[in-house]
């Protein structure tokens, strides 16, 4: 507890660091204000106070409850994450894209600039769509074409302000803005859930006490197997030849190419929860289909649905994987900087190497990420509300731990550059890669 007082007063020695945090706790609290704004024309006691399920209630977590509400920022930050998601996918697939990000900073301003274009044209799409279809008849108290209209520019001003907010967080605060904000957004929901989940345990049998405490107890165990997961990589020795630059020599040393065991993030569970809403949509478009195969998917609890989704999260794991690591250009980049892995040629074989070592981490990644997906399924099923089930796993456990782990090393940074101590009493913080942001769409961590 005394190097816990010691460290926090070591960060608040740092001015700049001191004003970074402030700076990002600032904008935060803006950003919970402004979720708490409804739409301009719609009646606030009017709105459903139903609880969302499935890819719904995926995104009203991520926009900490601001979805339900009908709030001017519903649609959060997804659409820019969507977008920068379909650039990058560009910049594997099309070579002009390629070529951009291989421009350095100028190409990275324009991929950006692209980023915001795509995000504007998404936001509209899908602000229409939201007001139609998530937005009763019966909250909109003036002209429904005027509400439309208005709606669809209001939500899409109000995405860009999240956009611009987790911009500022990213150059002037601390850790990565879009990330923070997502993870707030969830946390918000936290009170909330754990409210419901003490209401529920206590008004059960008797016991109460000792079951709160065993479900708080398999939640920490959880977040430890989460991180276990997301910090964990297989580090492929490299040997860089000696070269000498001027009066001093270069090289000679040994380091390591960390290949991360989950290398592709939290993108397979979202793929995979986009693909196991379809079923539901189809049954709400079309009521007949009910009493069909398609219903099973509508049971998150349901056996059915735990495999097929256990399943297309390892399918998206390896798909994800494949396309954003690339063991050619590692292996050329390695090459032209003098370097080689011990006991392999340069260039095919180095690449077939790499290629090889991926393949047999991702496997078992996939799986321990498949596991973690489909907890909060189990944690319903054994009695746990469904609203507190969500911090069991799934994306927003990932989101969590992610962007705390990734924070944390950022102001561990700090403390190392002015001489202290570090954040752990052994060892390091170490960075993660999760959801791309548009702030380096050829692969940073959102």
């Known amino acids: ?124 799409v899908q602000a229409i769509g939201y007001v139609k279809t998530q937005v009763p008849q019966e909250a909109i108290v003036i002209s429904h074409t005027l509400f439309y209209f208005l709606s669809a520019i209001v939500l899409t001003a109000g995405t860009l302000f999240v956009m611009w907010l987790g911009e500022k967080i990213t150059d002037k605060g601390i850790g990565n803005g879009t990330s923070l904000i997502i993870m707030v957004g969830i946390i918000a929901r936290l009170p909330i859930a754990l409210s419901q989940e003490v209401s529920s345990v206590f008004a059960g049998s008797d016991g109460g006490l000792i079951r709160l405490v065993l479900e708080i107890v398999a939640l920490y165990a959880i977040i430890m197997f989460t991180i276990l997961i997301v910090q964990g990589v297989r580090k492929v020795p490299v040997q860089y030849a000696k070269r000498i630059v001027g009066n001093k020599q270069v090289g000679g040393v040994r380091q390591y190419i960390p290949l991360k065991v989950n290398a592709a993030g939290v ?29 099973q998917y509508s049971d998150i609890t349901s056996l059915t649905y735990s495999l097929t989704f256990a399943f297309l999260i390892i399918a998206f794991t390896f798909f994800y994987t494949a396309i954003t690591v690339n063991p050619t250009q590692m292996s050329d980049d390695m090459k032209k900087n003098g370097g080689f892995i011990p006991g392999v040629k340069p260039g095919l074989a180095t690449s077939s190497f790499i290629d090889d070592v991926i393949s047999k981490i991702t496997f078992p990644g996939s799986l321990f990420l498949a596991i973690i997906a ?59 890669s999760g959801i791309p942001s548009a702030t380096s769409t050829s692969g940073a961590a959102l």
């Open 267 to 295: 993108m397979p569970i979202i793929f995979a929860q986009a693909l196991m809403f379809v079923p539901s949509a189809l049954i709400g478009l079309f009521p007949n289909l009910q009493e069909s195969w398609l219903h």
């Open 1 to 124: 507890m005394k190097k816990l007082f010691t460290t926090l007063s070591n960060i608040w020695k740092i001015q700049e660091l001191k004003e970074r945090i402030l700076f990002t706790l600032m904008i935060l609290v803006i950003y919970r204000l402004v979720c708490q704004v409804v739409l301009p024309g719609v009646d606030p006691a009017q709105l459903s106070n139903a609880q969302k399920s499935g890819l719904l209630g995926l995104l009203d977590m991520f926009a900490g409850g601001a979805f339900s509400k009908a709030s001017i920022v519903a649609l959060g930050v997804m659409p820019y994450i969507s977008a920068s998601i379909v650039v990058q996918l560009l910049g594997i697939a099309v070579p002009t894209f390629q070529k951009m990000q291989k421009e350095g900073e100028s190409g990275r301003k324009k991929l950006t600039q692209y980023t915001r274009y795509l995000t504007v044209a998404i936001t509209i």
């Open 374 to 432: 489909i907890i909060p399924s189990l944690a319903v099923k054994v009695g746990i509300q469904q609203e507190f089930a969500h911090f069991f796993g799934g994306t927003s456990l990932l989101i969590l731990v992610g962007v705390v782990l990734d924070t944390l090393q950022q102001i561990e940074s700090y403390l190392l550059m002015r001489h202290y101590d570090g954040l752990m009493k052994t060892g390091r913080v170490t960075g993660r």
